[in-house]
């Protein structure tokens, strides 16, 4: 099961049935089956208060994901902050077709990153953040 929740903020206005429908699509792709993902949307203190007390590290970020995965079922929590998802819309901003505006585009971009994340694809080595963004590029297209 897929939930959305927030802390601080409003559940951004996503289309959920398709949201679910494609994060379950995509981790098809990567042989894997949904279990519970819960995705916490949050505002910038909050997720700073999760990266301290849980990663202590002290700064602000986009996503935190919390994997519980076994075996080939995807679980775990997923924290966005949409203060910084709206501020990395406004720096990168790159208009696509499919998307109405760059804010959604990036919302899209990071729920799907946690969930590649949860599929074993990582982004901190060398050459990984390249392909996590090859891996996010071809799930939006998807959407």
């Known amino acids: 099961m897929i939930s959305y929740n927030s802390e601080n903020v409003k559940v951004p206005q996503i289309r959920r049935r398709d949201t679910s429908a494609w994060i379950k699509k995509v981790a098809a792709l990567h042989g894997k089956k949904v279990g519970d993902i819960a995705y916490i949307f ?42 910084t998802v709206r501020t990395n819309a406004e720096q990168f901003a790159t208009q696509s077709e499919r998307f109405k505006s760059p804010y959604e585009q990036e919302l899209h971009r990071v729920i799907i990153h946690g969930v590649l994340h949860l599929c074993g694809i990582n982004d901190k080595g060398p050459g990984e953040r390249e392909i996590m963004e090859q891996n996010e590029n071809e799930a939006l297209a998807l959407l």
């Open 42 to 83: 949050c505002d910038d203190e909050k997720i700073l208060e999760v990266n301290r007390q849980y990663l202590q590290h002290d700064y602000y970020t986009d996503i935190i994901t919390f994997d519980y995965s076994e075996d080939d079922v995807i679980s775990g929590d997923i924290f966005i902050s949409l203060d």
